[in-house]
T-cell receptor, first 108, second 114 residues
Framework: DAKTTQPTSMDCAEGRAANLPCNHS???????VYWYRQIHSQGPQYIIH???NNETNEMASLIITEDRKSSTLILPHATLRDTAVYYC?????????FGAGTILRVKS | NAGVTQTPKFQVLKTGQSMTLQCAQD?????MYWYRQDPGMGLRLIYY???????DKGEVPNGYNVSRLNKREFSLRLESAAPSQTSVYFC?????????????FGPGTRLTVT
C-alpha cells in the first residue's frame, strides 16, 4: 500500500510559483513529512520538512493541512534549475519511505 | 567538508561475483543508510545503522550485508551478485533516525550485473 501519493508530472512556467501536492493519509501523528528532490541522476537533496505547522526556508514553503493527510510544497519563483523529481516522504518507523515522486518541468 | 562520499562511482559485475560498496561521511552523523533506486522508481531502503555498532534491515535487505565499520563508514556487500541487483545505490547519513533529522545523500554508485 502506498504511503504517499503524488502526481506523476507537472509543468511550471519560469518565474511562477510551483505548487506540488502530496497525499499522506496514513502518516502517524508524530511522524514528520519530508520533501526531497533529485536532479538528473544525482543523490537526492533535502528541501524542507514539517510536522503540523507550515514551514518556510530559503528554498521553499511547506503547507500541511490541519488533518495532516496532505501537504503542498511551494517553490515561490521556479527557475529552470528547479527541474527535478520531487519526493514527498513520510517517516515510518524510523525510516523514510519514498514514492515515485513528481517530475517537475520548469519551462521558459 | 566533503559530506557523503561513495566508491566506486561505476561497477560492472558478472553474476555470482561479490563486491563491497564503500560509504563515508565527515559530518559526525550518528545514522547511516543504504538505498537502491531502480529506473523510474523512488528509493528503497536496504539497510540502515541508527548508531555506531547497530544495523537493521530496511525494505529490501535480501542479497545484501552491511558493516558499520566506525562512526564515519558504512559498507554494503553483495556476496553473490544477481542481475536483479542492477541499480543505482545511494548512501545517506543523518544526525539521528527520529523526528526531523534530514538525510544527506552521496552521489551514488551505478552497478550493472550481467
Amino acid at each position: 500500500d502506498a504511503k504517499t501519493t503524488q502526481p506523476t508530472s507537472m509543468d511550471c512556467a519560469e518565474g511562477r510559483a510551483a505548487n506540488l501536492p502530496c497525499n499522506h493519509s496514513t502518516i502517524s501523528g508524530n511522524e514528520y513529512v519530508y520533501w526531497y528532490r533529485q536532479i538528473h541522476s544525482q543523490g537526492p537533496q533535502y528541501i524542507i520538512h514539517g510536522l503540523k505547522n507550515n514551514e518556510t526556508n530559503e528554498m521553499a514553503s511547506l503547507i500541511i493541512t490541519e488533518d495532516r493527510k496532505s501537504s503542498t510544497l511551494i517553490l515561490p519563483h521556479a527557475t529552470l534549475r528547479d527541474t527535478a523529481v520531487y519526493y514527498c516522504t513520510g517517516e515510518y518507523g524510523n525510516k523514510l519511505v519514498f514514492g515515485a515522486g513528481t517530475i517537475l518541468r520548469v519551462k521558459s | 567538508n566533503a559530506g557523503v562520499t561513495q566508491t566506486p562511482k561505476f561497477q560492472v559485475l558478472k553474476t555470482g561475483q561479490s563486491m563491497t560498496l564503500q560509504c563515508a561521511q565527515d559530518m559526525n552523523h550518528n545514522s547511516m543508510y543504504w538505498y537502491r533506486q531502480d529506473p523510474g522508481m523512488g528509493l528503497r531502503l536496504i539497510y540502515y545503522s541508527a548508531s555506531e555498532g547497530t544495523t537493521d534491515k530496511g525494505e529490501v535487505p535480501n542479497g545484501y550485508n552491511v558493516s558499520r565499520l566506525n562512526k564515519r563508514e558504512f559498507s554494503l556487500r553483495l556476496e553473490s551478485a544477481a542481475p536483479s541487483q542492477t541499480s543505482v545505490y545511494f548512501c545517506a547519513s543523518s544526525r539521528g533516525t527520529l523526528n526531523s533529522y534530514e538525510q544527506y545523500f552521496g552521489p551514488g554508485t551505478r552497478l550493472t550485473v550481467t
